[in-house]
């Protein structure tokens, strides 16, 4: 069982960077697809970028897409989603989350397929 704990997370203004970072323990962190997803104050939660166990291929919610860009190392059991260009709409708690399971889709965008979530890391984007 995956254990996943974000970071990174702060205040920044319109059009700044964050590198938000997850690591996991607790399992084998390969064997695992990748997911950031996110949820605004009153809002419900959204995809935001999955990436595949290898690393080889990604895919993004048209809301970021350009903007933001997750990779993942192996090696340290880390996920990582660089956001540039940020915008006061981006502010929200991002979650990264972890799938064991094949779902059988090409891209792992909803909720219901990742097994283990972290807490989550505030991010806030002054206008």
């Known amino acids: 069982q995956a254990q996943l704990e974000e970071s990174g997370g702060g205040l920044v203004q319109a059009g700044g960077s964050l590198r938000l970072s997850c690591a996991a323990s607790?399992?084998?962190?390969?064997?695992?697809?990748m997911g950031w997803f996110r949820q605004a104050p009153g809002k419900d939660r959204e995809f935001v970028a999955t990436?595949?166990?290898?690393?080889?291929?990604?895919y993004y919610a048209d809301s970021v897409k350009g903007r933001f860009t997750i990779s993942r190392d192996n090696a340290k059991n880390t996920v990582y989603l660089q956001m540039n260009s940020l915008k006061p709409e981006d502010t929200a708690v991002y979650c990264c989350?972890?799938?064991?399971?094949?779902?059988?889709?090409?891209?792992?965008?909803?909720?219901?397929?990742?097994?283990?979530w972290g807490q989550g890391t505030q991010v806030t984007v002054s206008s």
């Open positions: 989350a972890a799938a064991w399971r094949y779902s059988g889709s090409a891209y792992y965008t909803r909720s219901s397929e990742y097994d283990y």
């Open positions: 607790g399992g084998t962190f390969r064997n695992y697809n």
């Open positions: 990436i595949t166990r290898s690393g080889g291929i990604t």
